[in-house]
């Protein structure tokens, strides 16, 4: 595809061929009206299909509460407070039953993207719902088994990891280009309503002393994935689905009621065009390609070792030390009711969200990252500091005002991860993939993302008990190193077109100078979409080595061979 004028032009606009004449004619985009931008379909997909991102978040935001409520500690605890007296769990009880749904979330991530290939977005995104819920009966039937809570968090966590592939998945593939990034910013949008929600209930049940306080806020959860499952399938598959599917009349059409235009919209044939051309390359090349060329694809070990590292780190940052263990953080420092702190922590999460939306789009997303992870890096330095050299551990009462002024830098903690490296890694990750490897290295990256879930959602107890706040300093490490890979080898995306992404990462442009990068006028860029790779992705074929039939070659834009000398030596460098 063909790359025209400075790199925060729209889209080219392709050539469309003429209903009267055959012949091409120049296509240009009209400007989108607001009225455009937000028709109810596209507000109603938004909303509905977003609803993936407030199951997690939701279900994250109860079980802190739950490990605090009476009921919940006479059915499941195993030990006492040997400073009160009073029941409590052990640091490898806790530790099990919050982390065992990110273990599950892993696997659904996984398993997620072949299941959704196979059988398409919509049956998927309803399946993995249902996933969910048998986990929530799992647990809701539970009568003094701690472990069959632990077990129905692990099915409830397949649910949800099948829907962090599914939900930016199906939104990036069925929305219009000029909402598609706003709408999947939503999923992370969602994750944070879910987890105030859940905080709200809490609050609102914890005082009752029977199994109502956590059974209510767990079987309200059925509420989302039912709206969800059914509400999918209401809406129409993904295009490039059924197109894939050779369903290409059908796909014709959900892009034109996505578009809100008839199916002989230039808009319409442009997209289709566009998909068509991709499928073509990614088929061709001499037989199947496997998976592993996410990594032995021109430049793509770069990019998809980067993707891991970024949500990695996401998780580094330390934000679930404070969502899933926030109630008993601040009944310990003695806070007389910690689900008040938990609202206001979920509030702050939630509110600053919105201005983060307006943060990356406004100053982009590199300095976005590094000056966010700069400030959750002073704050986290704040808090453990205060924790462990202020705070009087043994009676937190004494020391009422230092437990206060935590509070206020965790929520100043709080706003920066969710201005920045909440929902903009998910946006960068999202970006710097081409479209024939996006879902598997998607899938690859939110694995990632759930790994290290698990690993601080499990080992923080043992950690915080063995040196207390001073936690904070590892999380505060990991805070600033982020800055410094993002300094290093994230491309600035702001403004692009994702053919010129493709481009940037190809070339290997510098990061550190990517903002002021600019693709030569009127020059054909490499991007690997659109280019015919040999199994394995370790070789270039041309369009006549592919065997592309004649009449598509007449199609498609010529290839010049120093497109194809400069991918393969891109391949070669990697």
């Given amino acids: 595809m063909r790359l025209f004028g400075k790199p925060r032009a729209a889209s080219p606009s392709p050539a469309v061929p003429s209903a009267e004449t055959g012949t091409e004619k120049k296509y240009v985009a009209p400007k989108t009206t607001t009225a455009q931008r937000f028709r109810p379909r596209i507000m109603l997909m938004g909303v509905l299909v977003s609803m993936g991102g407030f199951i997690f978040g939701y279900d994250t935001g109860q079980i802190s509460g739950f490990l605090e409520m009476r009921d919940f500690l006479d059915r499941f605890a195993d030990t006492t407070n040997p400073k009160t007296g009073e029941l409590a769990f052990t640091n490898g009880r806790s530790g099990t ?65 099948g829907l962090s592939v599914l939900t930016p998945m199906y939104q990036s593939e069925t929305a219009p280009r000029y909402v598609r990034g706003a709408l999947v910013s939503c999923y992370q949008l969602f994750i944070t309503l879910g987890i105030l929600v859940a905080y709200f209930i809490n609050f609102g049940t914890e005082a009752d002393n029977s199994a109502r306080a956590w059974r209510l806020p767990m079987g309200i959860g059925f509420l989302w994935p039912v709206i969800m499952g059914v509400g999918i399938l209401f809406l129409r598959e993904s295009p490039r689905w059924e197109y894939r599917k050779g369903k290409i009349d059908s796909a014709r059409r959900t892009i034109a009621i996505s578009y809100g235009v008839s199916e002989g919209h230039p808009e319409v044939m442009r997209e289709v065009r566009e998909i068509k051309e991709k499928l073509n390359a990614e088929r061709a090349g001499g037989g199947k390609h496997p998976w592993y060329e ?32 926030g109630t008993s953080i601040f009944a310990g420092i003695g806070i007389s009711n910690s689900y008040v702190t938990s609202i206001i922590l979920g509030a702050v999460n939630f509110g600053t969200t919105f201005p983060g939306l307006y943060i990356v789009e406004k100053f982009g997303r590199r300095p976005s990252l590094i000056a966010g992870a700069l400030w959750m890096f002073m704050c986290f ?75 601080i959602s499990f080992f923080t107890p043992y950690i915080t008990g063995s040196i207390d706040y ?33 481009t940037m990462y190809i070339l290997g442009v510098d990061p550190r100078h990517s903002k002021n990068w600019e693709p030569p006028e009127d020059d054909e860029l490499p991007n690997l979409d659109n280019t015919y790779l040999t199994p394995g992705a370790r070789g270039i074929r041309k369009m006549e080595e592919a065997r592309a039939p004649e009449t598509e070659r007449r199609e498609m834009p010529a290839r010049a061979r120093s497109e194809v000398d400069i991918i393969a030596n891109a391949s070669k460098a990697v």
């Fill in 381 to 455: 330095m704040v808090f453990s500091s205060l924790g462990h050299f202020a705070l009087d551990q043994e009676d937190p009462s004494q020391t009422q005002g230092i437990g206060y002024a935590m509070i206020v830098f965790a929520c100043l903690f709080i706003a920066a991860f969710a201005m920045t490296w909440g929902p903009i890694v998910w946006a960068v990750v999202g970006e710097i993939y081409p479209s024939r490897y996006r879902a598997k290295c998607m899938a690859l990256a939110t694995a990632s993302n759930w790994v290290w879930n698990f690993l």
């Fill in 97 to 161: 039953i919050v982390a065992l749904l990110s273990i599950g979330t892993l696997l659904g991530a996984l398993i997620a993207a072949p299941v959704a290939d196979k059988f398409g977005r919509k049956l998927s995104i309803t399946f993995w719902c249902m996933v969910f819920c048998v986990g929530v009966i799992i647990q809701i039937a539970t009568v003094d088994k701690w472990y069959q809570v632990a077990i129905g968090r692990w099915v409830a966590g397949l649910g949800v990891g």
């Fill in 294 to 325: 996410i990594f032995t694809g021109p430049r793509m070990l770069y990019r998809t070792l980067l993707g891991i590292t970024l949500q990695a780190l996401q998780q580094l940052t330390g934000a679930n030390f404070f969502f899933y263990y």
């Fill in 470 to 502: 001073r936690y904070g300093y590892i999380f505060a490490a990991c805070c600033f190193t982020g800055a410094v890979v993002v300094y290093l080898f994230v491309i600035e995306t702001h403004g692009r077109t994702l053919e010129e992404i493709d």
